[in-house]
Structure formats: structure tokens, C-alpha cells
């Protein structure tokens, strides 16, 4: 009896091996989702970090020259968010005139653009969870998938066992292939999940560290050009608070 992967191959049945080839495409799938995520998730935090140290000296001194680098860092995440934030404020404190002088007038305009920059958070963090729901499903499903190909494993095995024809009344040696078919399909799902699982997590680690990054930048972000339009002098310089942010999160 030949007990290696091809030798099994070979002895399963036909329910067997269409479970087989569903978890291999399962885990091609899987694998395929992982590596567009990890490509994604890198260039946007290498793009993302490169934004922010771009910025930040703008901030003390120019802030409204920064509306001129949205379209160069259109593929940074975190400048999705801070820029379209940045034009809303400075178009809505032109709009004002005179009455951006009044504090509750700026007010408004403040919770106008973190609605707005909050929108855009949301979008970003859909358009990073592409694929992680089809993730998760592969994970909690697969060692399902391989189940189903034992339990017809195992039904075969007692089949066989019962009919003479089929070498049954050998004891269990003559039904150890069967077994051992069963068995692999529940090795196979089990394998699929748990890589599945591992990488999920590990994007949505990834995930919760953007959206705490993203709205910590916003709100930093906000609070200096609020400053900076109440006080005559220039507002207290925030980039090195930002690129430290930046480098230390895993976000993107």
C-alpha cells in the first residue's frame, strides 16, 4: 500500500479529490489576496510617510502651499485624507472673510472638515479592507470543506469493510487507505485555514493602525491651522510630532 501524497492521490475517490482541488483553489486564492494586500499596505505606508515628512514644514510657515501636493501624492492613503481636509478648510475660511474672525463661525468650519476628512477616512480604510472578508470566509470555512471530504472518507472505509468483495473482514489494514484519505482532506482544510487566519489578522493589525494614525494626523492637523488662524504669531511647529507618528505605526 502506498501511503505517499501521490500514492493517496491515486486511491481517493471522486468526492475526495474534488474536495482536495477546492481547498487548493481556496489556498491559491487565499495566497493571491495576501500578496495584493502586503504590496498595497507597504507602498502605502512607504507614500504615506513620505507625505507627512513633506508637510510638516509647511505647517509652521506656509500651510496653504500644502494644497498644491494633493495631486502629487494621490496614491499616499493618508493624503486622501489630509488633503481634500486641507482644500474644504482654507476654500471654507475664504468663503467666511471678516467672519473667520468669530470663534463659533470657525467652529463650524472645523466640524464641517473633520466630517469631511472623517468620510475619507472611511473610504480609505474600505478600499484597504478589499479582500479580507473573502480572507476570513476561507479561514472559518476550509477546515469545514476538508470535513466534508472525511466524513466520505470515512463512510468509504466502512463500506469497504462491510463488503467481502472490497476486502473487508481484513480488520482495519484493509481499510487504512480509505482512512488515511479521510484524513488527509481534514489535514489539507486545516492547513488552508490556519494560513488564512494568520494573514487575516495580520491585516487587520495593519488596519487598526492606519485608522489610529490617519486620525491622530487629522486631528493634529486641525488643531495647528485652528491655532494658527486665532493667534497673530506663527502656529507651534508639528512635523516632527507627524513623521514621528508616522514611523513608529504599522498602519499602512
Same mark, same amino acid.
Given at each position: 500500500m502506498d501511503f505517499s501524497l501521490l500514492g493517496l492521490w491515486?486511491? +481517493?475517490?471522486? &468526492?475526495? =479529490?474534488?474536495? &482536495?482541488?477546492?481547498?487548493?483553489? %481556496?489556498?491559491?486564492?487565499? #495566497?493571491?489576496?495576501?500578496?495584493?494586500?502586503?504590496?498595497?499596505?507597504?507602498?502605502?505606508?512607504?507614500r504615506s510617510v513620505a507625505y507627512v515628512e513633506a508637510l510638516a514644514p509647511l505647517l509652521s510657515s506656509r500651510? =496653504?502651499?500644502?494644497?498644491? +501636493?494633493?495631486?502629487?501624492?494621490?496614491?499616499?492613503?493618508?493624503?486622501?485624507? #489630509?488633503?481634500?481636509? %486641507?482644500?474644504?478648510?482654507?476654500?471654507?475660511?475664504?468663503?467666511?472673510?471678516?467672519?473667520?474672525?468669530?470663534?463659533?463661525?470657525?467652529?463650524?468650519? $472645523?466640524?464641517?472638515?473633520?466630517?469631511? +476628512?472623517?468620510?475619507?477616512?472611511? =473610504?480609505? &480604510?474600505?478600499q484597504l479592507q478589499r479582500g479580507l472578508p473573502a480572507l476570513a470566509t476561507i479561514a472559518s470555512s476550509s477546515p469545514f470543506v476538508g470535513l466534508f471530504g472525511t466524513v466520505f472518507g470515512i463512510i468509504t472505509a466502512f463500506q469497504q469493510m462491510a463488503d467481502p468483495s472490497k476486502?473487508?473482514?481484513?480488520?482495519?489494514?484493509? $481499510?487504512?487507505?480509505?482512512?488515511?484519505?479521510?484524513?488527509?482532506?481534514t489535514a489539507v482544510g486545516l492547513g488552508v485555514a490556519i494560513g488564512s487566519l494568520w494573514f487575516y489578522n495580520f491585516f487587520v493589525a495593519k488596519l487598526d493602525g492606519f485608522t489610529g494614525l490617519a486620525e491622530e494626523i487629522a486631528g493634529d492637523l486641525i488643531d495647528t491651522i485652528v491655532r494658527d488662524q486665532r493667534d497673530a504669531r506663527p502656529a507651534e511647529p508639528v512635523g516632527a510630532a507627524f513623521i514621528a507618528n508616522s514611523s513608529q505605526s504599522r498602519a499602512v
Open positions: 491515486h486511491q +481517493m475517490g471522486t &468526492v475526495a =479529490r474534488a474536495v &482536495v482541488i477546492l481547498l487548493l483553489l %481556496m489556498s491559491i486564492y487565499a #495566497i493571491g489576496i495576501a500578496l495584493d494586500r502586503i504590496w498595497t499596505f507597504t507602498r502605502g505606508r512607504r500651510p =496653504r502651499d500644502a494644497l498644491a +501636493m494633493e495631486a502629487q501624492w494621490k496614491d499616499a492613503p493618508v493624503a486622501r485624507i #489630509i488633503g481634500p481636509g %486641507m482644500a474644504a478648510f482654507f476654500g471654507g475660511l475664504d468663503k467666511l472673510g471678516a467672519r473667520a474672525a468669530d470663534a463659533v463661525e470657525l467652529e463650524l468650519l $472645523v466640524r464641517d472638515v473633520g466630517r469631511l +476628512m472623517d468620510r475619507a477616512r472611511k =473610504r480609505e &480604510v474600505a476486502g473487508g473482514g481484513g480488520g482495519l489494514a484493509s $481499510v487504512s487507505a480509505g482512512i488515511s484519505e479521510a484524513l488527509l482532506t
